[in-house]
């Protein structure tokens, strides 16, 4: 196959437009085969050579027509995961809407039959302040700082388990769980709180749907799923970034946090389970697919970002073996 780039031990990586490939290729032989899509798709830029209001809708009409597509290749129980930021309108102090119509683009579909299962937030308190015109040069707005991450199914109950996602407990409620008693009693809120209910060890408490990726406060309790927590920690200075500095490569600029990748990973999926990333940038997903024994297929446009993913399985860490496509057709010159 003339688009694959590399395959290695659970998964395989293709190079092009990711809704030809899911047409000609992924519909002939995955057709209700993926338990998870999940990806971060390229976002629609504020600047209005790339996207003035007829971009826009260009770029609504782009997204919705992948619903029927990423529906179709769905298992019936199979998760769709969305991770987008907020754009602002061009040279203006105001936020765009043009992602809340792509996802009403998404559940509106007449075929998809795609629902919001959950609206996730991933909160970045370090993230710089944007947008600069209006955060910093002009004092006028709040820093932006979050993106949305929207959970979406073709039916009510995707398969999920949120016992595999736990976050660790807090200081407090370890204390009280060595204690062994609690102030039982009616709350000011109504609610009882029974003598014993408090004093049983899940192994953590059950997640939230606002994740903070870095702790506000230093002293205080980090309260990110373990997933999360595991993966995240050695984000910024993992491998795949120190090779890329060493090697003098620019890496992908907009890589999604992989804690945020393993949680919905463990969370929607079973070992074993196949999961797609169609907008694959730099492929933290198959590498987190790949560490997290479930198969994977990436599919991404630029071949320059295609190329430097492979650095990420060349990672001790991993017990797999990349194979490279003799067949594959590069559009790079001399390559
Ligand atoms: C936000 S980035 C994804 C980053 C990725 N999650 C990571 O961790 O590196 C979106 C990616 O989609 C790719 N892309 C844009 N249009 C595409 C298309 N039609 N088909 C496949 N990939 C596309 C871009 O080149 C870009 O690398």
Excluded at 147 to 159: E, F, M, N, R
Excluded at 184 to 210: A, V
Excluded at 327 to 333: A, M, V
């Amino acid at each position: 196959m003339k688009n694959l780039l590399y395959s290695t031990n659970y998964g395989k990586l293709l190079v092009g437009d990711s809704i030809e490939i899911s047409k000609k290729y992924l519909n002939r032989f995955y057709k209700g085969k993926f338990q998870l899509i999940i990806t971060s798709p390229p976002f629609p830029l504020n600047t209005k050579k790339t996207y003035g209001n007829l971009q826009g809708k260009e770029y609504r009409d782009w997204f919705e027509s992948l619903a029927p597509i990423f529906s179709d290749l769905l298992t019936d129980n199979g998760s769709l995961v969305i991770e987008i930021g907020n754009a602002w309108e061009f040279n203006r102090p105001v936020q765009s809407v043009l992602h809340l119509e792509a996802l009403m683009g998404l559940v509106n579909h007449p075929t998809a039959n795609l629902r919001l299962i959950q609206e996730f937030i991933a909160y970045n308190p370090s993230r710089l302040p944007s947008p600069a015109m209006w955060v910093t040069v002009n004092r006028l707005r709040a820093v932006d700082s979050y993106t949305h991450i929207w959970w979406l199914a073709k039916s009510d109950y995707p398969k999920a388990d949120n016992t595999k996602v736990l976050r660790p407990y807090s200081k407090g409620m370890q204390q009280l769980l060595k204690r062994g008693s609690y102030n039982s009693g009616t709350r000011p809120s109504q609610h009882s709180i029974s003598e014993k209910g408090f004093l049983k060890d899940h192994g953590g408490s059950i997640s939230h749907n606002l994740f903070e990726l870095e702790p506000i406060d230093e002293d205080r309790d980090v309260r990110l799923p373990h997933n999360v927590l595991s993966f995240s920690n050695t984000n910024s200075n993992d491998f795949f970034l120190k090779q890329c500095r060493e090697r003098g490569i620019k890496s992908h600029p907009a890589r999604i946090q992989s804690g945020l990748i393993s949680f919905f990973t463990n969370f929607l999926t079973d070992e074993g389970d196949l999961i797609l990333d169609p907008f694959a940038g730099s492929n933290t997903s198959g590498f987190v697919a790949e560490k997290l024994e479930r198969k994977w297929i990436g599919i991404e446009l630029d071949e320059n970002y295609a190329r430097q993913s492979m650095i990420r399985f060349e990672d001790p860490t991993l017990d797999t073996k990349i194979k490279i496509n003799d067949n594959f057709i590069s559009q790079l010159e001399g390559k």
